[in-house]
T-cell receptor, first 118, second 113 residues
Framework: DAGVIQSPRHEVTEMGQEVTLRCKPI?????LFWYRQTMMRGLELLIY????????DSGMPEDRFSAKMPNASFSTLKIQPSEPRDSAVYFC????????????????FGEGSRLTVL | TQLLEQSPQFLSIQEGENLTVYCNSS?????LQWYRQEPGEGPVLLVT?????EVKKLKRLTFQFGDARKDSSLHITAAQPGDTGLYLC?????????????FGKGTKLSVKP
């Protein structure tokens, strides 16, 4: 079975440009998460969806960040305009809310999108 | 803000040595997970512990959840180069939903042959 699929794997862009990261969760999973990982701050939750509806976006750093989930098999994270401090690895993860109850379910992560903003 | 403190931050050992890494918090959690992340990949779940005092073993890895459900440890016996990676703990507070999973910054382990 295919895992969580993210694209692109690597993106190098210049400050001010728009960046769009894409994610295809595991089929049947009803939760989707976007995380950002840096050496300084570790793994930070940006936003998560349940049944395609954004539940908590309090981790989104600024209005420059936006995320959508138009259907159960696709989500995007957009940064516009991008800044050098946005450089990080962005992970998408999915899980099934019925897998463990009380939030003990396993998160399945994609391989990440490494973003470098010059 | 609830924090998960992991220690040590970095650990470099020789093949065959034993090691323990720690995950601590001042908060009580309903469950705690350990993930391993290899370079260029996403974290992969190793184990979930739910009951205070619980001990789980996965081959050479032993996981323990503290009695008070505020801390956890991961012990590796006879470490091998394949154990190299970033070990992350993640915890869920009581009454939390899936989104309330908090990650520590991790322990970066390097096992040299």
């Amino acid at each position: 079975d295919a895992g969580v699929i993210q694209s692109p794997r690597h993106e190098v862009t210049e400050m001010g440009q728009e960046v769009t990261l894409r994610c295809k969760p595991i089929s049947g999973h009803d939760y989707l998460f976007w995380y950002r990982q840096t050496m300084m701050r570790g793994l930070e939750l940006l936003i998560y969806f349940n049944n395609n509806v954004p539940i908590d976006d309090s981790g989104m750093p600024e209005d420059r960040f936006s995320a959508k989930m138009p259907n159960a098999s696709f989500s995007t994270l957009k940064i516009q305009p991008s800044e050098p401090r946005d450089s990080a690895v962005y992970f998408c993860a999915s899980t099934s809310g019925s897998s463990g109850g009380a939030g003990t379910g396993e998160l399945f992560f994609g391989e990440g999108s490494r973003l470098t903003v010059l | 803000t609830q924090l998960l403190e992991q220690s040590p931050q970095f650990l470099s050992i020789q093949e065959g040595e034993n090691l323990t890494v720690y995950c601590n918090s001042s908060s009580v959690f309903s469950s705690l997970q350990w993930y391993r992340q290899e370079p260029g990949e996403g974290p992969v779940l190793l184990v979930t512990v739910v009951t205070g005092g619980e001990v789980k073993k996965l081959k050479r890895l032993t996981f323990q959840f503290g009695d008070a459900r505020k801390d956890s440890s991961l012990h590796i016996t006879a470490a091998q180069p394949g154990d190299t990676g970033l070990y992350l703990c993640a915890a869920m507070n009581y009454g939390g939903s899936q989104g309330n999973l908090i990650f520590g910054k991790g322990t970066k382990l390097s096992v040299k042959p």
